[in-house]
């Protein structure tokens, strides 16, 4: 296993996996290579304790305001949406990007209202979530901007950003199989920009995520002239070990080993190739063809693809139906 300083180890080969039996190891080896990346992970606690403590209903829809643990010793809070009137519908976990305003953009209260994803997919009959990402929203420590990752890698030695958002939606998704009328064994994840990034994660992690629709997400590493952060004013370090590689550096894994733990998980990935925010955007392509033969191998080839637009940043009502059509078919 690479300690991603002094000498690298050469990437994961994933076309040498030709037999369903190769694909264990490989797999194996994937998952350990991207957890060393990522650092530790926080240890869930066996309660979630979820609370209710703010509900309102319009429209159709009941809007509740919880609170579940994500540690021992932490909580979180987040937006819960449900249809009235329905029974087991599935729930997507609903991810924010790179705003200020946390989960609220999500549910439709503040920033993008073509991002509010929690509230218009109640609107389509699903139960959704929406939560802060640590160092964001509500969950921004005193006196510290948004997003302040060094900050946050300060305080937590160890563990990188990354990592903690991948736990705590982890823990986030484990909400739905606590809410009536909730199918838990229909769980789907979307995201835009930075929230496509951990709904990519969750889906490479967490096997209860059956759909995920990642838009804006990434480039790969092998092009991306700053790798393991997100690109902004300034930066946000996601994953140190990777930033400290370098741009061109050797990496034991890519996008493409990402996509292909979330194998057989229906995934949807959505790219601009005009006015990117990311390094290398066309870079999506070869990821996802090389994760498309991990898909075949295991039948399920129809379950990853592409959507390629030059709508820039924008998600558009035409990307939307995209994601739309994605979790009908999936969810």
């Not at 890698?153 to 563990?159: A, D, Q, T």
């Not at 199918?183 to 994660?201: E, K, M, S, Y």
Request: charged letters at 25%.
């Amino acid at each position: 296993m690479s300690d991603y300083s002094g000498v690298q180890e050469p990437m994961i080969d994933l076309s040498k996996t030709s037999s369903l039996m190769g694909w264990p190891e490989t797999r194996k080896a994937i998952e350990a290579a991207l957890r060393e990346a990522l650092g530790k992970m926080p240890k869930h606690p066996q309660d979630s304790q979820i609370k209710v403590i703010e509900e309102n209903e319009t429209r159709g829809i009941t809007r509740k305001r919880v609170i579940f643990s994500v540690t021992d010793d932490e909580t979180v809070s987040g937006w819960l949406f449900s249809p009235d009137g329905k029974e087991e519908v599935p729930g997507i976990l609903c991810c924010h990007g790179l705003t200020p305003h946390g989960k609220d953009e999500p549910a439709g209260f503040e920033g993008n209202h073509r991002l509010a994803f929690a509230q218009h997919y109640a609107e389509r009959g699903y139960a959704t979530l929406a939560v802060d990402m640590p160092a964001a929203g509500e969950r921004t420590p005193a006196k510290r901007e948004h997003f302040d990752a060094d900050f946050f890698h300060k305080e937590n030695p160890g563990m990188s950003l990354a990592a903690k958002a991948l736990s705590d939606h982890m823990q986030a998704v484990g909400v739905f199989a606590e809410v009536k009328r909730v199918d838990a064994t229909r769980i789907g994840v979307i995201g835009h920009g930075l929230g496509g990034f951990n709904a990519l994660l969750l889906a490479a992690f967490d096997d209860r995520v059956q759909a995920c629709v990642a838009s804006s997400a990434f480039t790969r590493l092998a092009t991306d002239k700053t790798p393991g952060q997100w690109p902004g004013s300034p930066p946000v370090t996601l994953v140190p070990k990777f930033s400290a590689t370098g741009p061109g550096g050797s990496f034991p894994l890519d996008w493409e080993h990402i996509l292909a733990l979330a194998a057989p998980t229906a995934v949807q990935v959505i790219t601009s190739l005009s006015n990117s925010i990311h390094t290398n955007p066309k870079s999506c392509q070869k990821a996802v063809t090389l994760a498309g033969k991990i898909y075949k191998l295991l039948g399920a080839q129809s379950a990853l693809d592409l959507y390629t637009h030059h709508d820039g940043e924008d998600f558009t009502p035409e990307t939307l139906d995209v994601a739309d059509e994605w979790f009908e078919r999936w969810l």
